[in-house]
């Protein structure tokens, strides 16, 4: 996953305040007859988006990210393969068929291996743990392909029994056997691994993974397990009824297409099921007040994010909302290709299998605030990444037309947030309508804790263990109408006063253009 950084840094030394049915032929393409015209729309675009990098030749779609030299990819092609069967034209079924025995194919096998019943990132890498390719997990292998390609084979077992024979329904659920004992050999602070409950997005795969694959091959240590890890992470989310990854618009998008599946596909007597329908309903709930439709973003802060404009980087929480309300009045734009990190659109045919089911749940005060920015807002709440949090984050954030100020308190064992990467975690966050475009301020995370208090107007930041060498560093989008900022005066469409105990005018500030990938 990546996403082209492109930003002024400036510096300030101190404390600061900145104020199943048929599938049917139609205009939009083969879709289910069922669907939304929005549905059919992102379902038919997605597909051509992956039909286009298919390699028939090799059974898999070539790498959509950058500079990957025509490298093929393993978790695209599993949901491109879910995709042809809810197309089911042509040869689509024996395309799939074809990509899904390759993938089980190379398969990790060895019950020795940290990696055992994960899949190969892609299939011309060497074998994982040989000297020239020693085992490095989240570089070499990556245990959360485990979930992302164990969900993808449930929802065609699930949706598609009808296009898939039996011994390959047999092999699927031999894969999903060993995906899923592999990855309970995954414990959080063990061997590299950062699987907590509070991990949200694979925590919640997992255990619908789990407990699926436990019940529908009759073992119940393994429906057990599933149902154990459930619970741990329903405990995490009633506490404030969010979710420990909190508010990111690729990840909260994973998320909700898992507790889609713990409501749809989880057994009747499940703790999932009924969880599931509650935990969905309060997630949108937050993305409600949160999203501001005028600025087609959600507010800050951003547990993990990719960029900071939702309508030039693709978050998987577009997907759902174009699904919900339409292309034109989601953040995505006409070109979905050119957005960065595009790559995760691939995602996208899953989101339109489910939307039937997912989009009846969605509160429709949600729906109507991702139509229609409800007017000047706030909101407060937390959330909680044990054990990163020495207690839960205190998010607070302030919406208008036109703008939104969104930042958290915390104090964690960690610099980074709970993923421990200041690239993705944007812990205070000013978002704004230049009049061309969108406008950012975001702060870039050096310090394990912060103090932050938003208002109508204004945004408080303390460094509560900040030494003398602390520095409050702001990324700043550029602008089209300023291309050259020399201080706070030369950012467009916001009047900025900064005070402190630091001298405001002592800035540093330089230009960032950066192609470097941030994971």
Known sequence: MSRYLRAFVLALVGSTTLAVSASTSNSNGWCQSSWSTNTCQLFTESMDYLDRIYDASAGYVYDPSAATALRHDTRTSVWYAVGLLARDQGD????????????????????????????????????????????????????????????AFIIALEEFPHLIDADMTQLMHASLYNDTTGDSYRV????????????????????????????????????????????????????????????????????????????????????????????????????????????KNLAGPWDRAYGFDMQKYFGIMSGHIWSLVGKETSPVIDKVYMMSHNSDFSISPLIAILSNFHNSLVPSSAVQALKAFPGEHTVNTSAYSIPYDSFPRQVAAWLSEGISIGAETFNESVVGGPAINPSQFNPAVIKWDTGAGIGWITLYATEPALNAEVGPGYLNLTYPRGTSASQFQFLVSPFETQRNVAGWEDIVGLDITVSGNMDPNTLNISYSLSDQVIK
């Not at 993938?103 to 190969?120: E, H, L, N, P, R």
């Not at 000297?131 to 989240?138: D, E, F, T, V």
């Not at 149902?227 to 508010?247: C, G, H, M, Q």
């Open 92 to 151: 689509d079924v024996a395309q799939a068929m074809t990509i899904i025995r390759n993938v089980i194919d190379a398969q990790f096998k060895d019950t020795s291996d940290q990696w055992y019943g994960d899949y190969q990132q892609y299939p011309e890498e060497p074998t994982v743990g040989t000297p020239a390719y020693p085992p490095i997990i989240y570089d070499t292998w990556d245990p959360n392909w485990r979930e992302f390609i164990g969900t």
């Open 188 to 295: 959080g602070g063990v061997d590299d691994d950062n699987l907590y409950p509070s991990y949200t997005n694979p925590s919640l795969m997992r255990a619908i993974i789990t407990g699926w694959t436990g019940r529908k091959l009759g073992d119940q240590n393994m429906t057990n397990s599933g149902e154990t890890y459930a619970k741990e992470i329903i405990e995490l989310f009633d506490r404030a009824d969010t979710l420990s990854e909190f508010n990111s618009a690729t990840y909260t998008g994973v998320s909700l297409i898992a507790l889609t599946m713990w409501a749809k596909y989880a057994a009747e007597d499940s703790v999932m099921k009924g969880k599931g329908k509650e935990m969905l309903q309060d997630t949108w709930d937050t993305i409600g007040e949160l999203y501001h439709a005028g600025l």
